[in-house]
């Protein structure tokens, strides 16, 4: 990793510090993102990435989740779909996409995230999603 990509990084967690600071958080309440790699059994190359991953647009640091959900919704639907289809040779296209959708699923992917304690490292500021995500976490426990 380069000198500037370093540098840059910490002065996003500096921005990110000020911002919880400013709002009457406390620094300690944006979760680090050191375990994640641990979790995935992946090192990041570019962990702005990670970062970006699990920052959500309610910390209004210009970036967001969003563009990743993007691109992950669309791998997630192609490996399903590659899957699927020589798997069930004989299953028609309205069947195959039923079958994809009920596996590209934001739950099934958000029991995942619970499942390997994922979800203790978004950052956020809407204390409903902080609250849906707690319901949720131990409605499937």
């Known amino acids: 990793m380069t000198a500037i990509t370093i540098e840059a990084l910490k ?39 990670l970062e970006e991953a699990f920052t959500h647009a309610s910390l209004g640091l ?43 699923d934001t739950e099934k992917l958000a029991r995942a995230a619970v499942k390997h304690g994922l979800h203790r490292y978004l950052r956020h500021k809407k204390p409903l999603l902080k609250e849906q995500i707690r319901q949720f976490s131990e409605e499937i426990q």
């Open 62 to 104: 210009g970036f967001s989740n969003e563009r990743l959900e993007y691109v992950g919704d669309s791998v997630l639907n192609l490996l399903f779909t590659k899957q699927q289809f020589f798997e069930y040779p004989d299953l028609p296209p309205g069947p195959l996409t039923r079958l994809r959708a009920a596996n590209v």
């Open 11 to 49: 002065e996003q967690q500096h921005i990110i510090q000020q911002q919880s600071e400013s709002a009457g958080e406390s620094t300690q309440s944006l979760p680090s993102l050191d375990e994640v790699e641990q979790i995935l059994g992946y090192d990041f190359n570019n962990k702005r990435l």
